[in-house]
């Protein structure tokens, strides 16, 4: 069962990527200061955090300012809803370029392996489509990652069900914060 969830203390600062225009246009908005409260609240270590999906770099520059380490993963090609572009991945690197503990890795996250127990955080916004979904959720909670996260579970009915069936089947506590078009929380009991 679902619960909504609010930091008790937002953090309001957070250094966002070199772009502004990728800042000001991010549907992450708001979840931008609520990443270091979550970790916080929920007692999360924070080494190593890996995302799927990472276009411009705004979701990559927030995650980079609570763990030590962020890899991402992303075909940098767009997909059928962000639209489809040429490859932007030397732009994402460069709007990202004062951060020194990122990796950007180009490729299909689907194919990425995740070994056991290699990171601590993930976040997931890619395709927003059931299946991608919820084969990158498996795959990263099947790894023993403690907190999975996934963008668009208010603007996207198919990734809300597909994250609903990965809180029952890996038996997760199911939190959402319902802004900047929602933000599911998975958590390992």
């Known amino acids: 069962m679902k619960k ?7 953090n309001v600062n957070v250094k966002l990527t070199l772009s502004k225009a990728v800042n000001e246009i991010s549907a992450w908005g ?4 609520a990443i270091q409260p979550l970790v916080d609240e929920f007692e999360l270590k924070a080494d190593r955090a890996i ?6 770099g705004y979701s990559t520059a927030v995650l980079a300012n609570t763990f030590k380490s962020v890899v991402a993963v992303d075909l940098f090609t767009g997909d ?9 991945k030397s732009e994402t690197a460069k709007a990202l370029s004062d951060f020194n503990n990122i990796t ?5 996250c689907l194919k990425h392996v995740v070994a056991m127990d290699e990171y601590d ?11 991608p979904t919820y084969d990158a959720g498996d795959m990263l909670l099947n790894a023993g990652v403690p ?3 996934f963008h668009d579970t ?4 198919e990734v809300l069900k597909a994250v609903t069936d990965l809180a029952k089947k890996h038996d997760c506590n199911f939190y959402e914060f319902p802004y900047s078009h929602g933000l599911g929380i998975l958590m390992k009991k």
């Open 121 to 131: 955080f993930a976040h997931v916004d890619i395709v927003h489509d059931y299946q």
């Open 104 to 108: 950007l890795i180009q490729g299909d």
């Open 147 to 149: 907190c999975v996260v």
């Open 154 to 157: 208010i603007s996207f009915p």
């Open 30 to 33: 708001t979840i931008a200061y």
């Open 4 to 10: 909504y969830w609010f930091p008790k203390s937002p």
């Open 80 to 88: 059928k809803h962000s639209g489809r572009r040429q490859n932007f």
């Open 51 to 56: 995302e799927f999906g990472c276009e411009y």
